[in-house]
């Protein structure tokens, strides 16, 4: 499901996207398309850790930082724990597939990883100076995000 039709799923608005928006978008498909064709509600996890690795990617190419390794820090952190627990696996060795009985701890996994998105496209948009950011009121994009993460 692209990022639109998750959108529309949602109920959220799909109105006009700025180019940046749009490409962005269609990069994280892209990317989602090429790791797992298979991005059901069976690899939910998967979907979603995919889905932050490339938000990650994204912040760390998109950034005007200087000096601070924080973000650098936190993607390899994530990194690291999504290949340790196998969160971008598909399969028998795959997180979805250990805790496919536990839909209580899949549920709490699913919801971690879409606050991490949500946090990290907040980042993004404070970047690229979009309206409607708290770290367009003066706090770097970088404090602004450790802020929104650590909640």
Same mark, same amino acid.
């Given at each position: 499901?692209?990022? %639109?039709? &998750?959108?529309?799923?949602?109920?959220?608005?799909?109105?006009?996207?700025?180019?940046? /928006?749009?490409?962005? /978008? !269609?990069? =994280?498909?892209?990317?989602? !398309?090429?790791?797992?064709?298979?991005? *059901?509600?069976?690899?939910?996890?998967? #979907?979603?850790?995919?889905?932050? &690795?490339?938000?990650?990617? @994204?912040?760390?190419?998109? @950034?005007? +930082? @200087?000096?601070?390794?924080?973000?650098?820090?936190?993607?390899?952190?994530?990194?690291?724990?999504? $290949?340790? =627990?196998?969160?971008?696996?598909?399969?028998?060795?795959?997180?979805?597939? +250990?805790?496919? *009985?536990?839909?209580?701890?899949?549920? *709490?996994?699913?919801?971690? $990883?879409?606050?991490?998105?949500?946090? $990290?496209?907040?980042? =993004?948009?404070?970047? #690229?100076? &979009?309206?409607? %950011?708290?770290?367009?009121?003066?706090?770097?994009?970088? !404090?602004? $995000?450790?802020?929104? =993460?650590?909640?």
């Amino acid at each position: 499901m692209s990022t %639109t039709q &998750h959108q529309v799923a949602k109920g959220q608005p799909s109105g006009p996207k700025s180019q940046y /928006e749009a490409s962005r /978008e !269609a990069q =994280i498909d892209a990317y989602l !398309a090429g790791s797992d064709s298979r991005a *059901t509600d069976t690899a939910a996890i998967q #979907h979603r850790t995919l889905k932050c &690795h490339a938000l990650f990617e @994204s912040c760390q190419s998109n @950034s005007n +930082r @200087s000096g601070d390794d924080w973000l650098d820090k936190m993607s390899a952190e994530f990194n690291w724990w999504s $290949l340790g =627990i196998g969160a971008a696996k598909g399969g028998h060795s795959s997180l979805d597939y +250990r805790v496919q *009985t536990r839909e209580d701890v899949r549920n *709490t996994l699913v919801n971690l $990883l879409e606050s991490l998105a949500t946090s $990290l496209n907040k980042y =993004i948009d404070a970047v #690229h100076g &979009h309206p409607n %950011t708290r770290a367009n009121s003066g706090a770097s994009s970088s !404090a602004w $995000l450790k802020c929104a =993460i650590l909640r």
